[in-house]
């Protein structure tokens, strides 16, 4: 595969991309600095005022589909209205996740299936759904999965999340290796605690100071500095990565 020059300010111009979870949090601050690169999104997300959600961000290269990513012919029928709308994806950021935290000894059944459902098998059936339109339409495309700290250490209460993240890092290692042929690059994004809307709320007060005294920085993490690494990752300047977790996470993994 020749290697390709990159535009140095990391645009993304005219590049289409579909995100999961992309009307909030973290898929949110994506889709924003992707639009701001001069890519063409595409938000899928069960949030009833999506649509609205999108043309907010941007009037015209925007789409807004609600969309159950657990649900396989929402999946298809969003992938579809992409397609026909923009008539390629060239970038897929499985975003979309839950945590549903609680002590080992009790986590229900119910919880633990509606976290793998979510977080690893929604998220495998976008990237093979996307594979194969890439590899048919010989897009030298780009997925990017959304894992975790909790993917590489133990933390309390996080049994079913760190075991749904840590298939995502796996998973994203076997797709990099199964579509490299197709030069279709895969590679995984690990944050720590990320201060959205519900990562304030979660971590507020005494819990978030003493979690951060754990942390080598310090502090928790920003919605836009993920968005920063996934453009990056999706631009051409990361050519020649695949197969990788990108681990932000202030130092918290390396003790």
Known sequence: MNYQNFDRNFNLTNKVAVITGGASGIGKAIAEM???KQAKVAILDIHE????IAKDIHHKDVLGIKTDITNKQDIDKALHTVIEHFS????????AGVALLDKAEDVSEA??????????????????????HMIEHETSGCIINL????????LDQHVAYSASKAAIVSITKSLAYEWAP?????????????????????WAGEKGEKAKKEIPLQRFGYPEEVAAIAVFLASNAAS??????IVADGGNTIK
């Open 34 to 36: 992707y639009i701001e």
């Open 49 to 52: 005022n999506v649509e609205n």
């Open 88 to 95: 390629v994806i060239d970038i897929l950021v499985n975003s």
């Open 111 to 132: 919880d633990w299936n509606k976290t793998i459902e979510l977080n690893l098998t929604a998220s495998f059936n976008m990237a093979q759904q996307v594979g194969k």
């Open 147 to 154: 894992a975790s700290q909790a993917a590489i250490i133990a």
């Open 182 to 202: 197709y030069n279709i690059r895969v590679n995984a994004i690990s944050p720590t605690v990320i201060l959205t809307e519900l990562g304030k709320k979660a």
């Open 240 to 245: 020649l990565i695949t197969g990788e977790n």
